[in-house]
């Protein structure tokens, strides 16, 4: 497969997962900051761009506003749903050749359909718009495309997408503390309340909630499932040759990270959880740039405001 080709696959992968991520933290958060009078608004929007890995202005108070403007709306604001499903949408035309005529069809339209302005009184309905759009366009891969090279790299982009954003959705539960959202919020948030319940059969704590987004090895969302997905879309790429270890940087980059959270007691995780979701983060987006320069050598490589190489 072409470089170019596999790459826009990759990324097609990241930005619709992420626009379908930056909805849920939103749709969360906002509604959060709606019903709560007492807290902050200014200091939970900064907390919230902070998370989100966008530079927050500094001449006026944030209001809610202010955060659906530059995280949904703003079409320049290489963070926001509106650019990232216009970043789908342009990569999908560069692949055009490889992407099915009905995923084209799918993302054309859901990016001429992107609003320009939400009432308040819709917020919740345009995000659940974004849910159903991205589950739209994930569906026809999953239930049209040969498993091959194409699917492969698309599937990494979103795997290696959603377990940034899982561990994004988990940092925002420590952004107000006490106040925070509740887990049972967290875990509708990321489509995960049903499936906890068939698990664990009781009212969410802290400690079940967390093991299940991080450690569940059958949930999609949790962040060892989607690692583990991204480790074995890598190994179809080149499967292990030798006998002695991995020579892939990006292969070791999940392992180390899916082994950090295996083995380390929850209670440790939980005590610390934005110092964990951050490593994640981090590991993220230097597996990402690992993956660029073995597969996508000569490119410039698209990235988040805010994202580390």
């Known amino acids: 497969m072409l470089s170019r080709i596999a ?23 906002l509604q959060f900051l709606l019903e709560d009078p007492w807290i902050d608004e200014d200091t939970a929007c900064r907390s919230l761009l ?14 809610r506003e202010h955060v659906l403007t530059i995280l949904a ?15 789908a949408r342009e990569n999908a035309r560069r ?14 339209t859901t990016r001429a359909r992107m609003p320009r302005r939400v009432a308040q009184e819709k917020v919740h309905e345009f995000f659940g718009w974004v849910h159903e759009r991205a589950a739209l366009a994930v569906g026809i891969v999953e239930s049209s495309s040969s498993r091959d090279e194409a699917w492969q790299f698309f599937t990494l982009g979103r795997s290696i997408e959603r377990a940034d954003m899982t561990a994004r959705l988990l940092a925002t539960r420590s952004l107000t503390e006490a106040s925070g959202p509740s887990w049972t ?46 480790e074995q879309c890598m190994r179809e790429f080149e499967p292990r040759s030798t006998r002695v270890g991995y ?5 070791r980059l999940l392992a180390q990270i899916r082994s950090e959270l295996e083995y380390r007691p929850i209670a440790e995780i939980i005590d610390d959880l934005p110092k964990y979701m951050d490593a994640v983060q981090d590991a ?26």
Do not use: K
């Open 50 to 63: 902070s998370v989100m890995g966008t530079a927050a202005p500094d001449d006026e108070a944030l209001t």
């Open 95 to 108: 692949a055009r050749e490889i992407v099915s005529t009905e995923l084209w069809e799918c993302l054309n």
């Open 185 to 230: 919020t967290i875990l509708r948030s990321c489509g995960a309340y049903e499936a906890y319940l068939r698990t664990y059969r009781g009212v969410p704590s802290a400690r079940n909630a967390a093991e299940f987004l991080l450690l569940d090895r059958l949930f999609p969302r949790s962040i060892l499932f989607s690692v583990s997905r991204a």
């Open 247 to 251: 020579s892939d940087q990006a292969q």
């Open 284 to 309: 993220t987006s230097a597996t990402s740039e690992a993956i660029r320069q073995r597969y996508f050598p000569t490119n410039a490589a698209p990235s988040w405001v805010g994202e580390q190489s």
């Open 7 to 29: 790459e826009s696959l990759f990324w097609i992968g990241r930005y619709i997962e992420r626009s379908d991520g930056t909805a849920r933290i939103l749709d969360v958060h």
């Open 73 to 87: 709306l703003d079409r320049n604001q290489p963070t926001s749903i509106a650019y990232l499903l216009g970043a």
